[in-house]
C-alpha cells in the first residue's frame, strides 16, 4: 500500500490544482461530504449527539462540511465547537453555509460540558500542515477528550497532535477510534505513537485523476501479508537441502553463544538447506553450548575458504569486537555474497569508510543507526527513524532494516518501506539474533535480499503480534518461542492452516 507524507499530499493536491481538474473549495466539499457518508456507516441513523471540534485551517473546513452533511441527511444533533475565533478563508465560507438548526459554541469554557454530552465526537481540529507542539486551548481539549469512555471519536485526515510524518505525539494528541484519512494513509500512522492514536484507518478518496497520481513520485509503503504469501512460495516437492541454499554465520564468543544458537536454528527454521557456524579455533570448546543444528567450523577467521559453497553470510551478532571482524567484512565484500551485518559487525561498519553492495542488509537499532550515520545524539534518531533509515542506506548503498516500532526497511533509491507487525513483546535481548537468522535464512534460499528482510521482519513481528492476541502477556515472550512458533506461524501467512 501507497503511504504518503504531509509534503507529499499537500503536491498531489497542488497538481490537481494546477491542472484544473478541482480547487480548494471543490476538493473540501468532497472531502467532507464522502467522510461524512463513512461516519454514517459508523455511527448509523438512529439520532445521536455529535459534538465537531473545528480547528483554525483547512481540517476545521473539513469539519464544517461534514457538520452542514450531517445536518442535511440524517436526524442526528450536531453541534460545532470553534477551539478559537480566526478561521481560514474557506472555513468562514463554509461556516456561512451552515444549517440554523446547528448549535455553534465559541466559549472555551464550556468544552467540558458538550463533551460530556457528545455521543459521537469529530476532530477536525488540526491536519497533515500540524509540525509543532499544541498549546492552549487544545492540549486542554484533547485532554479532556481523551479522559472520556464509550464515545464514537473519529478524526479527519489525521489525529490532532500526531506529527502525519514520524508519528510523534506533538504534546496533547487525540486517541482516535477511528481515522477517516484523505487519499493516502500518512507515514506517521504505522510508527512511533501513530498507531495508538490513528485507531482504525479507514482511506476516503478524493479522485485525483489517472494523470496527476501518474506524475507523482510515491516513496513510501506498507508490507502486507499478501506479499508475504507471495514472496513465500512453498517448498517444491523434489527440492533437497543443498537447494535450499547454505548460510555462513559469523556469531558468538566466548560468553556470548546465545546469540549464535538464536541465528543459527532461526535460519534453519524458515528453510535453510545447511547452516555452517564459523569459530574461531581458539574458542571452540571453552563454554559453547551445543549446536545440534548447525555444522560448526573451526578455522581462523580470516580463511577466505569459509566461504566456499555458500549461497549467503550473516555476521556480527555476539562476534565481538576487533579488527579481525573488520577484515571479516572485507572478505565478504570481495566473494560477494548476499550478506546481512548485524550487532558487533554494524559497530565495526561504523568504524570503516566503506560502500557496500546492494544486495547487503543491515539491521540497526536506533543506537547503532546513530554510530553508522556518525552522530551524537540517538534520542533525535530514534524521533526520525524513516529519515535515518533512508540516510544510511543512501551511504552504505544497501538495504537497511532500523528497528523501532515499527520496523523501516530502506533501499538506496530512496524507498522505505513500514512492516506493520510486532510489539513490545520484542523488547528484549536475543529477539534481534533470531530476527538475523530469519533473513539470513531466507538470503540462503536466494530469495530477493529486499523480499528476503521484509518477510523475515513481517515474520518476526507477526509471531509477537500473535503471542499478545492470544491473551499472553508481552513481557513473557522469550528469543525462543519465536523459533518455537515458526512452523505455525509461517503456516498461517501462507494461508496453510
Known sequence: MKLVTSAEMASLEQAAFRDGETNPRQLMELAGQRATRAI?????????????????????????????????SSHHRVTVFFAQSELSELGRLMVDQLPHKIEKVYESEQIERELAQAEVIIDALFGIGLSRELSEPYTRIISELNRLTGRHVISLDVPSGLDCDRGIALGACVRARQTLTFQYAKTGFFLEDGPAHAGKIKIIPLDFSDKVIKKAKFFHFLMSRSLVRKWLEPLQTTTHKSRQGSLLVVAGSTGMWGAAHLVTEGAYRVGAGYVTLALDQK???????????????????????????????????????GADLRGLILKAKEVNLPTLLDADALTELSKMKLKLP???????HVGELTRLLGKADGASISKKRLEAAKECSKKYGCIV????????????????????????????????DVLSGF???????????????LVGAYLHGYEADRWVNSGRDQRSMMPK?????????????????
Request: proline letters at 7%; charged letters at 15%; hydrophobic letters at 45%.
Open 40 to 72: 454514517l456507516n459508523v455511527i448509523g441513523p438512529d439520532p445521536m449527539r455529535v459534538l465537531i471540534l473545528v480547528g483554525p485551517g483547512n481540517n476545521g473546513g473539513d469539519g464544517l462540511v461534514v457538520a452542514r452533511a450531517l445536518s442535511e
Open 283 to 321: 574458542s571452540y570448546g571453552k563454554d559453547m553450548s551445543p549446536f545440534a543444528s548447525a555444522e560448526v567450523l573451526t578455522t581462523e577467521r580470516s580463511n577466505l575458504k569459509m566461504f566456499e559453497k555458500k549461497s549467503a553470510c550473516l555476521l556480527g551478532p555476539g562476534a565481538g569486537v
Open 358 to 364: 546492494s544486495h547487503w542488509v543491515l539491521t540497526p
Open 401 to 432: 532494516l532500523a528497528k523501532g516500532f515499527k520496523t523501516i526497511v530502506a533501499t538506496p533509491n530512496g524507498n522505505t518501506i513500514i512492516v506493520p507487525t510486532g510489539n513490545a513483546a520484542l523488547a528484549k535481548a536475543g529477539s534481534g
Open 439 to 453: 533473513i539470513g535464512g531466507l538470503l540462503a534460499q536466494g530469495i530477493e535480499p529486499l523480499r528476503a528482510t
Open 481 to 497: 518461542d519465536l523459533l518455537r512458533m515458526v512452523p505455525r506461524m509461517l503456516s498461517k501467512l501462507r494461508g496453510d492452516a
